[in-house]
């Protein structure tokens, strides 16, 4: 019965996938060298990076110009920001050793720095006379420094925040710009400008949730507003009055006179936005500039830029800058610092300069930038005002009141990542109208206070 | 209450219903197990295990961003677990998402399979067609759907209502923010078109395993379509019906790329798997990750205990009648 | 029967359409530039280009795709051949020679299909970062092992379990020995069930991203991981991340094409035999 005709069909499919299987297996046994290699020795280091176009750039052009000048190969592995801050964190706290440089921020440098995660790099910046530490614009240069004044990381592009802004809309409506904007003056030349031209919206400000999305621009609003996160003896401020003022401005606007999709617009939605004549405003990080005017961008040259806008301050500040930290458990710390004195060094910005184009050039670091003739005649207009907005910042004074930890656009705590994100989050409903303002902030209190109970101990 | 008759869609079940051995021990009773044992032990270290480990970490205070303060927490971690809001909120979400991406894919899936089972022109292309969207990468899915289809300003779906209605000649086109206004219903929308196909084809193949004598004999004695489909198909559906289900939520109560990558657990939509995630990559609060992670454990070893038993008995009952 | 069938056959088509118009719309927008790719409303008729792909293949200076396409391709292929090298025998010994109380057994490899795998992650990265087993693309396999174990040995055993009894008595009374009738009576019966579950498992350990995400690194890294990197915080990236995810889903694509009318067979394995 079992012997009959299905019985030799059947078997020759039975042939058919035993030879599938071994071809397969076949396979498997060859494929398993795929990728390794160059990983083990010391002329290769692993370098994590956020993917942003400055880094890919940097991924372009390391193979021909590092590789071939020190014989050191570089294997990079790129993410996306939340990716990378996730992976950065694990791989560093628990000092697993796979990657010896990856791309911190001025936010992670500190405690990193405290948890004894990083390589001190004064050593190696006394050896090296080319890479001219005294070059770094002096907030950065702070910024990476950490209590016991050691310097723990070297920026690779930094930005502070501006304002951008069509210049042809403005001219077109009869609208000017004040040099320094106060917020409610930007408020109503959004409601001006929204329906400017067909489908073009007000303004455009970040409404993802993160605590470097919306929080970013939010807190800085918050601070020139009044408010603050924690009070000096910590006290939790989330829910205090100039918070709720400047959260609910901040909704408001976006609400009316923002952005589609704003609850889910981070930097890239908006940079979208702005590029294809979506928005007639936008406040941002310094680092949009250059790629707003870059050369293929629809929207180059028709740009004004001004002053963060302001409140109760005097100036709204920003500080951010990616930068190289190298992990302590590295064991290839040399070829590592090769590596990061080449990416932040002088030489690389006019490589990049002279075969990517000058506004690509990752700026806003070092003092030098600012005075190459070729770098002002492409950046010319932003180029001052980043400069300025850069020099200004003050992490240990963003407010108008004294603060218990460091910080502008976020609280340099390692539970602010946490707290930021949770708090993002609520915000980002209020912002999709899913829930107000207060209840917002109310459920952001109670996150805040938890953490705040933790350092008043 | 055994299980034997419960998950796999097998036809004659109670004829080969396995008789367990009786008699001699020892040797023969070893004999049996030895072809189980790779696969057993293999799964007892590979899963049980790190789950001990869990279970020590999570009595312990562990935050891997404060290295110096690390110590035994007693029950702290599960105290917190139990207070927080957030965690308590994504225990609801994941209930909601996972029963409308199951029920609703489910039903599709059956109207899918009840129109391939008729003969037209092209059917082999149409259900080449149908199962494309299950054999996307889920990562790449997400970010299909959040880029190229959700996105307000120029995503597919607001671009074609731009141009209907500027077919129309109207200059404003609604433009809704897809995931801004309807988070939840945007991952249970991408969700429900990767497990559609699925449910489909288990569907399907339960639908050609039907006795077609029967159903002619229905359509000879007069019966209309309906009542084949109610008397007939559906009953003999059902297993493959609870198959798809099982199987259904076995994957999406643990889905994690398409809520991380579309809202990025944002506007409501954190479920359990992203809020653990959280709170062990973001937070770095190892010992409440691990607490919050077997009290998960534990409520979803209850609850599949008690799915696994009630879909057994249903099909039991199925069986006798 | 055939009588008035036709609406179904125009419903059907409808049907199709739309589940395939995302992919469609994937293919398309991965042969369009980036600003071509952004525009509302779409612009169908846009110029076709390569240069997402050329992007993806690294021919304009960016990572190689290849250590990471082929990194899943042995991830997958080696945990699909194990987990059939451990399931067979399992689902033999839970069907046709059962052991005793195999019912419990059953249910404890499906219980642990449904512990959430995040709760796990945590001890597993340890035990990897002690063991140096990071970034290790045959840890990564054989996690991919445990995690399709329980499918495919619930699934083989409702295959093995089709094959008739008398059969098996018949065979074992002409004196077959146990590897004769494995191979003479079981396989046949079971093969389209075993391809079918060998193809959901490659399926599965090809898609898998928050493993991979959170153990891989340099070398290890796989295809969805790679194809996360694309998307960047600024500047566009829509036709690029369109043709990463197309090459990413080929392989999956084709072989669930190739083999569907194995799946439908294999799932509805009872009724065909």
């Known amino acids: 019965m079992w012997k009959g005709k299905t019985m030799t069909s059947n078997r020759r499919k039975a042939?058919?996938?035993?030879?599938?299987?071994?071809?397969?297996?076949?396979?498997?046994?060859?494929?398993?060298?795929?990728?390794?290699?160059?990983?083990?020795?010391?002329?290769?280091?692993?370098?994590?990076?956020?993917?942003?176009?400055?880094?890919?750039?940097?991924?372009?052009?390391?193979?021909?110009?590092?590789?071939?000048?020190?014989?050191?190969?570089?294997?990079?592995?790129?993410?996306?920001?939340?990716?990378?801050?996730?992976?950065?964190?694990?791989?560093?706290?628990?000092?697993?050793?796979?990657?010896?440089?990856?791309?911190?921020?001025?936010?992670?440098?500190?405690?990193?720095?405290?948890?004894?995660?990083?390589?001190?790099?004064?050593?190696?910046?006394?050896?090296?006379?080319?890479?001219?530490?005294q070059d770094v614009l002096e907030p950065i240069r702070t910024a990476l420094t950490a209590e016991d004044g050691k310097v723990y990381a070297e920026p690779f592009y930094g930005e502070a925040s501006m304002l951008m802004y069509r210049k042809d809309v403005f001219e077109a409506k009869g609208l000017t710009m004040p040099e320094k904007p106060t917020w409610q003056q930007v408020a109503e030349l959004a409601a001006q400008t929204d329906g400017a031209e067909p489908g073009m919206k007000g303004i455009c400000l970040r409404g993802q949730p993160g605590w470097g999305q919306v929080m970013a621009p939010l807190t800085t609003v918050v601070n020139t507003f009044g408010g603050t996160w924690f009070t000096q003896d910590w006290q939790a401020q989330v829910n205090g009055a100039e918070f709720t003022e400047a959260t609910k401005f901040y909704v408001d606007l976006v609400r009316n006179h923002g952005e589609a999709g704003a609850a889910q617009a981070g930097f890239a939605e908006c940079l979208n936005n702005m590029t294809q004549g979506k928005v007639a405003m936008w406040y941002d990080a310094t680092s949009a500039a250059g790629l707003l005017e870059a050369d293929d961008s629809p929207v180059k040259g028709k740009l004004g830029f001004a002053q963060a806008p302001v409140v109760k301050t005097e100036s709204s500040q920003w500080l951010y800058t990616w930068a190289f930290g190298v992990q302590k458990a590295s064991k290839k710390a040399d070829s590592a610092w090769k590596f990061i004195s080449w990416a932040s060094g002088k030489d690389y910005e006019q490589l990049v300069g002279s075969q990517l184009g000058w506004s690509k050039v990752p700026d806003g670091k070092r003092s030098s930038t600012y005075q190459r003739p070729e770098y002002l005649a492409s950046g010319g207009t932003f180029a001052k005002q980043a400069e300025t907005a850069i020099k200004g910042a003050n992490p240990d004074d963003p407010g108008v009141q004294p603060r218990p930890a460091p910080g502008i656009q976020f609280v340099g705590i390692p539970e602010f990542t946490d707290l930021g994100t949770k708090v993002s989050q609520q915000i980002s409903e209020a912002i999709a109208g899913g829930k107000t303002v207060e209840e917002a902030l109310a459920a952001g209190q109670q996150e805040a206070e938890k953490v705040a109970e933790k350092y008043r101990k | 209450m055994t299980l034997d008759t419960a998950p796999p869609p097998v036809k004659q079940v109670r004829r080969e219903r396995p008789t367990p051995p009786r008699g001699p021990g020892g040797a023969s009773r070893w004999a049996r197990r030895a072809p189980l044992l790779p696969a057993l032990i293999f799964l007892i270290v590979v899963t049980?295990?790190?789950?001990?480990?869990?279970?020590?970490?999570?009595?312990?205070?562990?935050?891997?961003?404060?290295?110096?303060?690390?110590?035994?927490?007693?029950?702290?971690?599960?105290?917190?677990?139990?207070?927080?809001?957030?965690?308590?909120?994504?225990?609801?979400?994941?209930?909601?998402?996972?029963?409308?991406?199951?029920?609703?894919?489910?039903?599709?899936?059956?109207?899918?399979?009840?129109?391939?089972?008729?003969?037209f022109r092209g059917r082999g292309v149409v259900r080449t067609m149908l199962i494309a969207p299950f054999l996307v990468v889920p990562v790449a899915a997400a970010l299909l759907w959040k880029h190229a289809l959700y996105n307000p300003s120029y995503g597919l779906f607001n671009g074609v209502l731009t141009w209907i209605w500027g077919l129309f000649g109207s200059q404003n086109p609604p433009q809704p923010e897809w995931i801004s206004e309807m988070p939840l219903s945007a991952v249970v929308a991408s969700l429900v078109w990767q497990w559609t196909p699925f449910m489909m084809l288990i569907l399907l193949a339960g639908l050609q395993s039907r006795p077609m004598d029967a159903v002619e004999a229905a359509h000879i004695d007069g019966a209309s379509p309906w009542q084949v489909f109610r008397y007939l198909t559906f009953p003999h559906l059902r297993q493959y019906l609870e198959l798809g289900g099982l199987l259904g939520s076995i994957y999406i109560v643990q889905n994690f790329d398409a809520v991380f990558t579309i809202t990025s657990g944002g506007l409501g939509t954190a479920n359990l798997p992203y809020t653990i995630y959280q709170t062990f990559f973001q937070a770095h609060e190892y010992g409440q990750a691990s607490a919050a992670g077997v009290v998960v454990v534990i409520g979803s070893m209850i609850i599949a205990t008690f799915a696994l038993r009630v879909v057994s008995s249903l099909f039991r009952d199925e069986v006798r009648s | 029967m055939k009588r008035a069938w036709k609406p179904w056959g125009a419903i059907a088509w409808i049907a199709a359409v739309v589940f395939f118009a995302p992919v469609a719309w994937m293919l398309?927008?991965?042969?369009?530039?980036?600003?071509?790719?952004?525009?509302?409303?779409?612009?169908?008729?846009?110029?076709?280009?390569?240069?997402?792909?050329?992007?993806?293949?690294?021919?304009?200076?960016?990572?190689?795709?290849?250590?990471?396409?082929?990194?899943?391709?042995?991830?997958?292929?080696?945990?699909?051949?194990?987990?059939?090298?451990?399931?067979?025998?399992?689902?033999?010994?839970?069907?046709?020679?059962?052991?005793?109380?195999?019912?419990?057994?059953?249910?404890?490899?499906?219980?642990?299909?449904?512990?959430?795998?995040?709760?796990?992650?945590?001890?597993?990265?340890?035990?990897?970062?002690?063991?140096?087993?990071?970034?290790?693309?045959?840890?990564?396999?054989?996690?991919?092992?445990?995690?399709?174990?329980?499918?495919?040995?619930?699934?083989?055993?409702?295959?093995?379990?089709?094959?008739?009894?008398?059969?098996?008595?018949?065979?074992?009374?002409?004196?077959?020995?146990?590897?004769?009738?494995?191979?003479?009576?079981?396989?046949?019966?079971?093969?389209?069930?075993?391809?079918?579950?060998?193809?959901?498992?490659?399926?599965?350990?090809?898609?898998?991203?928050?493993?991979?995400?959170?153990?891989?690194?340099?070398?290890?890294?796989?295809?969805?991981?790679?194809?996360?990197?694309?998307?960047?915080?600024?500047?566009?990236?829509?036709?690029?991340?369109?043709?990463?995810?197309?090459?990413?889903?080929?392989?999956?694509?084709?072989?669930?094409?190739?083999?569907?009318?194995?799946?439908?067979?294999?799932?509805?394995?009872?009724?065909?035999?």
């Not at chain 3, 076709?48 to 250590?67: K, R």
């Not at chain 3, 970062?129 to 174990?149: C, K, P, W």
């Not at chain 3, 329980?150 to 055993?157: F, G, S, T």
């Not at chain 3, 995400?213 to 890294?221: D, E, F, P, S």
């Open chain 1, 15 to 133: 042939a058919v996938a035993a030879g599938a299987i071994a071809v397969l297996a076949a396979t498997a046994a060859c494929s398993g060298a795929g990728g390794g290699g160059a990983a083990g020795d010391s002329q290769s280091i692993n370098v994590l990076m956020v993917n942003n176009p400055q880094m890919q750039d940097l991924q372009k052009l390391t193979a021909d110009n590092f590789t071939k000048s020190t014989g050191i190969t570089v294997n990079f592995t790129v993410l996306p920001e939340n990716d990378v801050r996730d992976k950065i964190s694990q791989d560093f706290s628990s000092q697993a050793g796979q990657y010896d440089v990856a791309t911190i921020s001025n936010y992670e440098t500190p405690f990193f720095a405290k948890n004894g995660w990083l390589t001190p790099l004064d050593d190696y910046i006394a050896g090296d006379a080319a890479f001219d530490q």
């Open chain 2, 48 to 119: 049980q295990l790190p789950f001990v480990a869990t279970l020590v970490i999570s009595f312990m205070r562990w935050n891997s961003l404060d290295p110096t303060n690390r110590g035994f927490a007693g029950v702290d971690n599960y105290l917190t677990v139990f207070t927080d809001a957030g965690l308590r909120s994504s225990v609801v979400t994941t209930v909601v998402l996972t029963a409308a991406v199951v029920l609703i894919s489910l039903v599709l899936g059956l109207g899918l399979a009840l129109l391939l089972d008729t003969k």
């Open chain 3, 28 to 273: 398309l927008t991965s042969l369009h530039s980036e600003p071509d790719a952004a525009t509302n409303p779409p612009s169908l008729l846009a110029p076709i280009t390569l240069d997402g792909y050329a992007e993806f293949f690294g021919g304009t200076g960016g990572i190689s795709p290849w250590p990471p396409l082929i990194n899943s391709f042995s991830a997958s292929i080696g945990s699909t051949l194990i987990v059939l090298l451990l399931a067979i025998p399992a689902a033999y010994a839970l069907s046709i020679k059962p052991v005793e109380k195999w019912t419990d057994v059953l249910f404890f490899f499906l219980s642990t299909k449904m512990l959430p795998v995040v709760a796990g992650i945590l001890p597993i990265y340890l035990v990897a970062q002690y063991a140096g087993m990071l970034d290790n693309i045959s840890f990564l396999t054989l996690l991919y092992t445990s995690m399709n174990l329980p499918i495919a040995v619930w699934l083989m055993r409702s295959f093995l379990a089709e094959v008739p009894k008398e059969i098996l008595e018949a065979a074992a009374i002409d004196g077959a020995g146990l590897i004769t009738i494995l191979r003479r009576v079981v396989a046949p019966v079971a093969m389209p069930g075993i391809a079918a579950t060998a193809l959901i498992c490659f399926i599965f350990s090809w898609n898998e991203l928050l493993f991979a995400r959170v153990l891989t690194g340099v070398v290890a890294g796989t295809a969805p991981v790679f194809l996360t990197g694309f998307v960047t915080s600024q500047g566009l990236f829509l036709a690029k991340v369109c043709a990463a995810a197309t090459i990413v889903s080929f392989p999956v694509l084709v072989a669930g094409f190739a083999a569907q009318d194995k799946l439908v067979q294999g799932l509805s394995l009872g009724a065909v035999k």
